[in-house]
């Protein structure tokens, strides 16, 4: 189920609340931009996607399409 705009802005509204963005914890929210973490970040979206579409191949075997 697709969420509602209204949905999605309370849930960033709730994480927002949770976060911890003291000027001496700013660093530890940021992104790791080295090339190494690229990849990895990279190869993991991949395999991701891969263990998606074998789920939706497996799903319509069992539905009997």
Known sequence: ?????EEVE???R???ALS???????LDAKIDLSPD???ARLREASSLLTTCLEL???SRREDGD
């Open 1 to 5: 189920m697709i969420p509602s705009p």
């Open 10 to 12: 309370a849930r960033l």
């Open 14 to 16: 709730r994480a927002s």
């Open 20 to 26: 911890d963005l003291r000027a001496d914890r700013r």
């Open 37 to 39: 973490a690229i990849e």
């Open 56 to 58: 939706a191949r497996f």
